[in-house]
Each structure stands twice: as structure tokens, then as C-alpha cells.
């Protein structure tokens, strides 16, 4: 049998779909290895989102061609999103021998039986209806207790800063039937948590000659599989997030009650060159939805710093806003221009380094900050944890996460993973409760 290693960079979707390459790859006799050294087909799967994802994958190409160049016979493969950014281009100035865009991983086993040193291969098809929904994906997780769902692929916004339109192609939704079949499946091997995956989740919509189902009934039915399966869902779109979403996450236990819902900015000029179809308002209000049906809601964001045309009190409405909400936690960037983007074509990245990486700075300081004060303020509560296993810190502790997804940790007598238990918040820091 034929090795394959696979190296796999960007999104969780990034990680499912690396799932079901394996899948794939093992119906035409390749298994998986982790050592690089010892595969005959190295991959990697690729994030194009900013220009520093890329450049970290220049570098691992490189080892990939030093490899290739020690052991005759290896092939370098290359697929994902900067597969299908750049296509052709992977094959001329960089001399792998495979290229597959995220919708064409079903042609592998054609393109590897074609390929030859001298004959490199490329499928970067895109599809209107590619969801793998029939393939069930090698699960790679090592913790047994949580899985990945993926229900849609694509995306129909075009945020004007933002490659993955490009990259993967048009929003589709997949079968509802074989989401619900996929999250019985692992609950009967024994997962307790499924998060259900889509760049923008509260616009899935399935239809069948009989039935159409949203994002609020898929989430019913897969919350109804049992009470004891946790699930949980990202990511969700501001101008997307419904009521009725909002009341299912609040009329079911075992729905985790966390929203991510990425702003960008706190200032609806930047919001609306942005093309996020939403402004500070709307999102303010959103958030109050949110909270009134459920108080206690973990919320976390995405934010850019230093998008074109950004200006000093541009990004104080971004601080504003983030002290005005109190997100739990987020995810910082500093605007990075993307070619072929809107913003690349259309508007001018005139906001230096130096002053991005310093709002940057100041966004990530106040998040710091509000970060303590969110977890600060459940010290003293109790809260019902999924036990993942040891903690990374302190393998004498366990580890686990709270509905609104703050990560705890507390002491191991006795309780094993895959379990819940009740813990006390009695201490934490900006990222971990400390727990009894
Ligand atoms: N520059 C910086 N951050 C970006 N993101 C998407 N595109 C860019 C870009 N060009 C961020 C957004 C998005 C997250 C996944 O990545 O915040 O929500
Ligand atoms: Fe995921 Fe976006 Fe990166 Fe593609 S570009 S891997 S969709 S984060």
C-alpha cells in the first residue's frame, strides 16, 4: 500500500476536508501516514485567506521539494485554496505534481494514476454542487469527543476583502438527511459533541421534492438525536442570524449556547465599503437579541484592523463597539490584500503597516482586557463541562469546555473523558476557568 501525508493549514473546514481526501485516497489504496519521510504522495492542504498564510506554506513546499529531491519517487501535491488561487502556476514556476481545488477532490485517484514526474496533473474545477455529502470522512481527531460536520460548502457574499469566493466557489447547501445521518453516526461511536460547519450557516437551505430545511429545523434535528449530544455550529453571518435560530439555540439544553459572529469593524462607513451588508446597529441590535433569549450567550468575533481607507475615528468605533459588546474573546488581523478581491480591484491599501499592526495592537489589548473581565465574571458560578481529556498545562488536571465555550480546567478525581460534570469557578485567566 501507498503512503500518503497529509499537512493541513487554515480553517476547520480546511481540516474536514482533509477528511474526506483521506477517505478518498483509501478507496485508491493509500493509507495515512504522519511521518513525512515515509510517504509516497506529500500534500499540503492550503489557506489563501492573507498573504502570511501562504508565505508559512512557501516554506513547507520547499521542505517537500527537498524531500522529493532525496527519495526518487515522491509526489508533492498541493490542493486547497492556494491550489485553486493559483492553479497552473503551482505546476509552472513551482514544479509540483499535482494541483486540486477544493471541489475536484473526488478526481484524485484519476490524477494519481495519470501522474508522472514528467506529467503533472491539475483538477481545479469549481461546482455548483460538490459537497461530499455521500463520503464519509476519515476522522483524524484524536480526542473521540468532538466532530466536525461540514453542511455547506461556498459562499454568496462578497465581502470585498475576502478570497473565499474565489477559492471555494458558490454557496450550496448539502442533503439534510445524510447531516443527520453523519452526526448519528458519530454519536453512536461514541462522540458527544458535533459542530456543524459552513462559512455562513444561517444561510443553509435544502430543498427536496418533499421538504425544505433551514438552519434553524436542521439544528432541531440534529439537537433532537439526544439529549446528551452537545452541538454546536460556526460560523454566523450578522446580516444572516435569525430569530428563529436565536429561540432553537435557546428551546434545546444540549445546543451550545455560543455564537461566533464575526464584525470586522465597529464603524458602519467600513462596514459598508466592506460590502458586509450590515452596520454597527444592526449588529448592536443582533447582540441584544442574542442576550435577551439568552443571558448568558458566549459571543466571540472576528476583527480587521486597517482596512483601505480606515481612519483614526473608523477604528475608535471598532474600540467602541468592542467595549460596548464584550466579546469573550476574538480573532484580530490586520487587513491583508488579497488579489482579484473587490478591495484589491476597486480601493486603495493606503493604511501603512506600521500604523495597521498599531491598531491591531490596540485591539487586541482591549480584548485582552475584556477577555478577564468576561471570565472573571463567572467566578463563583457553577457550569456544566464536557470532559476532553488531560490539560495541556497540567496533565493532573482535566480539561473541558462550558456551553459558552470557555475553555475549564479542574481537578481529575475520577471523571473520565467523554463525560459531564458539574465544576465550580473558583479562579481564571483571560483564556482558562480555573475549577473544583
Ligand atoms: N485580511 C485580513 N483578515 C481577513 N479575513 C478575511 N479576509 C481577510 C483579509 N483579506 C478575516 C476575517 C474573517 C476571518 C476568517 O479572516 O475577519 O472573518
Ligand atoms: Fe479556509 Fe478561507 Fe483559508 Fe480557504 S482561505 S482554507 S476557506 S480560511
Redesign the pocket.
Known amino acids: 500500500m501507498k503512503k500518503v501525508y497529509i499537512e493541513t493549514y487554515g480553517c476547520q473546514m480546511n481540516v474536514n476536508d482533509t477528511e474526506v481526501i483521506f477517505a478518498i485516497l483509501s478507496d485508491a489504496g493509500y493509507e495515512r501516514t504522519e511521518v513525512m519521510e515515509e510517504a509516497d504522495l506529500v500534500m499540503a492542504n492550503t489557506c489563501s485567506?492573507?498573504d502570511n498564510a501562504e508565505q508559512r506554506i512557501w516554506g513547507r513546499i520547499e521542505v517537500f521539494h527537498q524531500l522529493r529531491k532525496s527519495r526518487s519517487g515522491v509526489l508533492v501535491g498541493i490542493v486547497g485554496c492556494m491550489a485553486e488561487r493559483l492553479k497552473d502556476k503551482l505546476l509552472d514556476t513551482h514544479k509540483v505534481d499535482l494541483v486540486v481545488g477544493p471541489d475536484a477532490y473526488r478526481s484524485l485517484p484519476k490524477l494519481l494514476a495519470a501522474v508522472t514526474p514528467d506529467s503533472p496533473q491539475i483538477d481545479v474545477l469549481l461546482s455548483r454542487s460538490e459537497t461530499y455529502a455521500d463520503i464519509t470522512p476519515v476522522r483524524t481527531d484524536r480526542n473521540g469527543i468532538s466532530a466536525f460536520i461540514s453542511i455547506m460548502r461556498g459562499c454568496n457574499n462578497v465581502c470585498s476583502?475576502?478570497v473565499v469566493p474565489y477559492t471555494r466557489g458558490a454557496e450550496r447547501s448539502r442533503d439534510a438527511h445524510t447531516i443527520v445521518r453523519e452526526a448519528c453516526d458519530v454519536y453512536a461511536r461514541g462522540y458527544k459533541e458535533v459542530t456543524l460547519l459552513g462559512q455562513n450557516v444561517d444561510s443553509y437551505l435544502w430543498k427536496s421534492a418533499s421538504e425544505t430545511v433551514n438552519f434553524a429545523g436542521l439544528l432541531e434535528r440534529v439537537a433532537d438525536i439526544a439529549p446528551d449530544l452537545r452541538v454546536r455550529f460556526a460560523t454566523s453571518h450578522p446580516k444572516d442570524i435569525s430569530d428563529e435560530v436565536i429561540a432553537v439555540m435557546a428551546s434545546r439544553p444540549n445546543i451550545c449556547k455560543h455564537i461566533h459572529l464575526?464584525v470586522?469593524s465597529g464603524s458602519s462607513r467600513m462596514l459598508e465599503l466592506m460590502r458586509r451588508k450590515y452596520d454597527r446597529e444592526w449588529y448592536l441590535e443582533r447582540v441584544a437579541a442574542i442576550r435577551r433569549a439568552m443571558p448568558d450567550c458566549g459571543l466571540t468575533t472576528?476583527v480587521?484592523a486597517g482596512f483601505c481607507s480606515e481612519t483614526l475615528e473608523d477604528h475608535a468605533q471598532t474600540l467602541s463597539l468592542m467595549e460596548e459588546v464584550g466579546f469573550d474573546w476574538a480573532?484580530m488581523?490586520a487587513?491583508?490584500d488579497?488579489p482579484g478581491t473587490l478591495a484589491n480591484r476597486a480601493m486603495q491599501d493606503d493604511v501603512p503597516a506600521a500604523e495597521k499592526n498599531r491598531r491591531l495592537n490596540e485591539i487586541i489589548e482591549l480584548q485582552n482586557r475584556k477577555s478577564l473581565e468576561r471570565y472573571r465574571a463567572q467566578i463563583g458560578r457553577t457550569l456544566e463541562v464536557l470532559v476532553e481529556g488531560p490539560s495541556k498545562r497540567d496533565p493532573s488536571q482535566l480539561c473541558g469546555r462550558a456551553s459558552n465555550n470557555m475553555m475549564c480546567v479542574f481537578p481529575a478525581s475520577g471523571r473520565s473523558k467523554g463525560t459531564y460534570t458539574v465544576v465550580k469557578v473558583i479562579d481564571c485567566t483571560s483564556a482558562t476557568l480555573i475549577c473544583e
Open positions: 485567506i492573507r476583502y475576502c464575526p470586522q472576528d480587521i480573532f488581523f487587513y491583508s488579497r
